[in-house]
């Protein structure tokens, strides 16, 4: 696997927090660094997951090209395992 | 002055969405050349949505996993419950946490040997890093 965090093809600790904190009802919620560095893996994950299962969907249909319909077929169990 | 913080907070949303649809689209590019199929935009574009809206139930359950622990600064340990319904996904971020506490385990030894060692030899450089590791786990 790559390096943790940031670099190449992955997620920026700072893009986490913000997005966090968007989302956090009380103001004093804060994230700390390790979590930060895991919250970006774990959306990783999330994101390539995704793409992979409605790849998969795709092949199992014989095409060569993922679009929506593949992906909507995928994502109720998506949403299911996270 | 609300509308203003309204349009601000929204200006923020399109900021994110637009860094989330960016590192989406990276990804995907990865598992394109993985698996030799192609994704449309539209595609890509929709990963991107569905992402940007799961942060939304991921960052709610981790100042409530928090708050349930009387804490108010989500650690490691609420991603990890974040992560407890499948098995192998959750054995995956163990692994990974575990990686990040023996880094700074090591780091923090390092610090410990440079400022014990030659305080006064340090080289500009060396003192720069030491510095940006600082700021670093100030993070938090």
Redesign the interface.
Known sequence: MEE?GGG??????D?V??????????G????????????A????????E???R???Q??AED??????E??EKV?PQL???? | MAAAGGEQQQMLTQRLKAAVHYTVGCLCQEVEEDKDVQFSKQSIAAISEITFRQCEIFARDLEMFARHAKRTTVTTEDVKLLARRSNSLLKYITQKSEELASSNMEQKEKKKKKSSAAKGERTPGEQEAAVTENEDSNMA
């Not at chain 1, 095409?63 to 929506?68: A, E, P, R, T």
């Open positions: 943790r190449a093809g992955g997620f920026r600790k893009t927090d913000r997005l966090l904190r968007l989302h956090f009802r009380d004093r919620t804060r994230v700390s660094a390790d979590a930060q560095l895991l919250m893996e774990l959306l990783k994950v999330f994101v390539r995704a793409a992979a409605a790849a998969r795709a092949q095409l060569n090209k993922v679009d929506i593949q992906l994502l949403l299911l395992d996270f």
